[in-house]
């Protein structure tokens, strides 16, 4: 369970998240809603501990999220394999030399056998339509490739809960109607999902809750 208990942050002394409380169960489909600027990927950050209240609390499941307890390498390993982050641009995600090496990363961090991480990387790169890449460079190919790219190393880590920042961005007609899909069959395998977005309709049919952030 996600708590978020009178939540606020500024940047430069300018107000993003002004006093927001609210609670995500397991297992819900969570929209963000709000014009740009108004804290949507803000709270994404917030919520994946890359920055922290700086009044209020988070609580993740039963634990509050502070500097100090992401310091902790042991906590920050378990936190991380739990909840997946997919960043609006892909480049900001995308670092190894391969799109294989990218998608087996995570697993091996999380320790796994190497026949469990080829697997997961194999499996992920048929659905996610990235056999053909595997050998390629993340950064040689298309908006529209990295940003499947960008899934698929979430895929392999297979989180509880996945965090998204417009996650249409860079697809193709046919990239967005396989988002359409992919995003019920998440749910239906009890997965959490919170998405910001402009374009609703891909999580439209599955939506549990709508956050309105206001700028």
């Avoid at 978020?4 to 963000?32: K, N, W």
């Avoid at 700086?54 to 739990?82: E, P």
């Avoid at 990387?121 to 993340?138: C, I």
Wanted: net charge negative.
């Amino acid at each position: 369970m996600i708590i978020l208990d009178d939540v606020c942050f500024a940047y430069d002394d300018r107000p993003i998240l002004s006093h927001l409380t609210e609670t995500i169960e397991p297992g819900q489909a969570v929209l963000l809603t709000g014009p740009n600027g108004s804290g949507k990927s803000t709270l994404l950050r917030l919520l994946n501990g890359l920055i922290f209240p700086q009044l209020g609390t988070y609580t993740f499941d039963g634990t509050v999220i502070t500097t100090a307890k992401m310091r902790d390498h042991r906590y920050s390993k378990w936190f991380h394999q739990r909840i997946g982050y997919i960043w609006q641009h892909p480049d900001s995600q995308l670092f190894c030399s391969s799109v294989r090496e990218e998608l087996a990363f995570g697993p091996v961090q999380m320790g796994l056998p190497s026949e469990d991480v080829k697997k997961r990387v194999d499996d992920a790169l048929e659905l996610l339509g990235l056999t053909k890449l595997a050998d390629r460079a993340p950064y040689s190919l298309s908006g529209g490739e990295k940003k499947r790219t960008a899934m698929a190393s979430i895929l392999t880590m297979n989180p509880q809960i996945w965090t998204m920042d417009e996650p249409e961005s860079y697809l193709d007609a046919d990239g967005l109607t396989w988002l359409e899909d992919f995003l019920p069959s998440l749910k239906a395998a009890g997965k959490t999902l919170i998405v910001a977005t402009h374009h609703a309709g891909i999580i439209q049919k599955i939506i549990d809750k709508e956050i309105f952030m206001k700028s």
